[in-house]
């Protein structure tokens, strides 16, 4: 389980995170969401350990201190410019000399599945945004972290591999028991694969609950409007 608990996050004079509590469980496909600008990537760098907070407590499996078992992949994805995708993708297990021959083909396996296997062989400059992104995905994914942090899965892949990485997401969490945050604004897509999630608006979280289906099971004020972008209600947007 993770709790957030009254976390405030400056950056100069403005404040992004202001004493903002949420607790997600395990076991979840949780959606982060909110208009652009709101503090979602602020909020799950934070809890990744990747910046520091003003205020308040963050545990991570009963667990405050850094580091905390947490991974996190890069919008953009974060790889190593000198090194193949492969050897991005199975950075971590090669160093640690846990890289075995099973591995390496689930990796090959799941990059033919996601139509990335042409570039394993070559340098993330050389390739698209999107097999970066997808590699850096599948690094976290064949990690020993329990929770994971997706930031902005679906940007900037076509719809053919948004809905390969939607399967690919949903397996590893039943499969391999990882417990995924998807931080995202492109609702009510992301859904297709979230059980919860939490809105964040103005710095706090103003809506949770439950996901079935694609389709929250009971909504409010503030999911309503962001889902269906009224223009009139308690969100404001840019």
Known sequence: MIKVEKVTKRFGRKIVLNELSLTIPDGEIFGLIGPSGSGKSVLSKCIAGLLSLDSGVISVDGITELPRNVGYVFQFGGLF??????????????VEGSLTRELCEYVVSVCEQLKIAEFLDKEPKSIPLSARKLGAL???LISDVRWIFID???????PENVESLYNVIKTTQSEKKKNLVVVSHDV???????????????????????IQDGKVIQG???????????EHGPIRFN
Do not use: H, W
């Not at 902005?152 to 076509?158: A, K």
């Not at 979280?205 to 439950?210: A, D, L, N």
């Not at 004020?221 to 269906?228: D, T």
């Open 188 to 210: 009510p897509d992301v859904f297709q694969i979230c059980t919860s999630y939490g809105l964040i608006y103005s710095g706090k979280i103003v809506s949770s609950g439950k």
């Open 152 to 158: 902005e899965p679906d940007s900037g892949l076509d």
């Open 220 to 230: 409010d004020e503030y999911i309503n409007q962001f889902l269906n972008g009224y």
């Open 138 to 140: 599948i690094r976290a």
């Open 81 to 94: 410019d000198s090194l193949t995708l492969m050897d991005n993708i199975v950075f971590l297990p090669k």
